[in-house]
């Protein structure tokens, strides 16, 4: 079984050498190297891993690209994409042309990601959905924001971050408040979800029981072919060990073969990633 991580934030230190963008405020700690990523993966038999460019390092996806070149079997990229840029629709539509870029990643919380759910801005749906592009997107709190832009584009390659959860939100059951709104979204066929970091929704200790009862939902509406586990280690409240064995070891309804999907083939087959 290969495993796949949907999610890694990787960021070098802030240096004179390299200094992160003005204003920047890294929520995640100091760093995250793709070094450090390649030990940990290293140590638990990771094979693979999303890398999703952090918010304070502004629209440089470099660094994650750097490393998806010189290993493109090993890390693939998410990028953050400036939809306000003059050139964007070109970009947009060429986005995958860039070395190491797998897909768009938009966090669409405050501004200007919020725009994107405005009409002005249907155009980057419209695109992504034309040219076959996955989008990994969240939005924290309204996970029912996604039901207009799939009602009109029905075919949009879309992967949900977190399993819709509010990565600064309520824990236990009170994350799951608008859990009907996500798996309403399965009805979508190109709708997948990352079940990711989703220990740090749970105040309990491992094995988290009461996250079961809620990846059972998602098992039994989206199927293991659309979920996609992943750790967002950097904010990950439990040790990755714990988190890779949630999937792998303490959930009873997992046969081998859904753990082989959720824990790399679903992610590499979203993103026509063959590693």
Not at 37 to 57: C, F, I, R, Y
Not at 101 to 109: P, Y
Request: hydrophobic share 40%; net charge negative.
């Amino acid at each position: 079984m290969k495993i796949i991580d949907s999610q890694l934030h990787c960021f070098y230190p802030n240096t004179p050498t390299r200094p992160w963008p003005d204003g920047a405020t890294p929520v995640h700690g100091p760093e995250f190297t793709t070094e450090q990523a390649t030990t940990l993966m290293d140590q638990h038999g990771v094979q693979g891993a999303v890398l999703v460019p952090p918010s304070w390092n502004g629209w440089d996806n470099q660094y994650s690209q750097d490393a998806a070149v010189a290993q493109p079997k090993r890390f693939a990229v998410m990028g953050r994409f400036n939809f306000e840029a003059p050139d964007a629709p070109h970009r947009l539509r060429t986005w995958r042309d860039q070395p190491g870029m797998a897909g768009a990643r938009f966090f669409i919380q405050g501004s200007p990601w919020v725009n994107l759910l405005n009409t002005e801005y249907k155009w980057v749906w419209e695109i992504a959905e034309e040219t076959c592009l996955p989008v990994m997107a969240h939005i924290p709190g309204n996970i029912a924001g996604f039901e207009p832009i799939l009602a009109q584009f029905p075919d949009l390659r879309l992967i949900i971050d977190h399993a819709g959860r509010h990565p600064r939100g309520a824990q236990d059951e009170g994350a799951w408040a608008d859990k009907a709104d996500l798996l309403a979204l399965a009805r979508y066929k190109n709708v997948g979800v990352k079940v990711s970091s989703l220990p740090c929704f749970s105040t309990e200790a491992y094995p988290f029981k009461n996250l079961h009862s809620h990846i059972r939902s998602m098992y039994d509406q989206f199927g293991p072919q659309r979920m996609m586990w992943g750790s967002d280690k950097t904010r990950l409240t439990c040790s990755y060990a714990e988190n890779i064995q949630l999937f792998t070891e303490a959930l009873s309804f997992l046969n081998s073969e859904d753990k082989e999907w959720i824990m790399g083939r679903a992610l590499a087959t979203a993103l026509d990633w063959e590693i």
